[in-house]
């Protein structure tokens, strides 16, 4: 069953950092392009970074850029996020996401095949 499990959310100050983790299970990791979103409350869910197969390619909103830095572990199954300078708006739950893709060096938040169940981020002192 293929499965994609977040963690490394919590609490933490402004100006602070964190960083997630995104375990898979189930598939190939090394197939798949990747992805992390976040929803805040009582907004729409936005992409935040994605990362290509072969994790040379990164790419990240404009609101993260600088200060979040995505990677991969394709050996450990695993993808990471990690947030620096944390502010307040980036409190939200996070998720990972995946899409199997033949392009080795593309990286795109679009149509993700297989989600987590997310981790809630929260910045506040």
């Known amino acids: 069953q293929l499965q994609l499990v977040e963690s490394g959310g919590g609490l933490v100050q402004p100006g602070g950092s964190l960083r997630l983790s995104c375990a898979a299970s189930?598939?190939?990791?090394?197939?798949?392009?990747l992805s992390w979103f976040r929803q805040a409350p009582g907004k729409e869910r936005e992409g935040v970074s994605c990362?290509?197969?072969?994790?040379?390619?990164?790419a990240y909103a404009d609101s993260v850029k600088g200060r979040f830095t995505m990677s991969r572990d394709n050996a450990r199954h695993t993808v990471y996020l990690q947030m620096d300078s944390l502010k307040a708006e980036d409190t939200a739950v996070y998720y990972c996401?995946?899409?199997?893709?033949?392009?080795?060096?593309?990286?795109?938040?679009?149509?993700?095949?297989?989600w987590g169940e997310g981790t809630l981020v929260t910045v506040s002192s």
């Open positions: 996401a995946a899409r199997l893709t033949s392009l080795v060096n593309h990286c795109s938040t679009d149509g993700m095949d297989y």
């Open positions: 189930g598939f190939t990791l090394k197939d798949y392009r």
């Open positions: 990362i290509s197969r072969d994790g040379s390619i990164t």
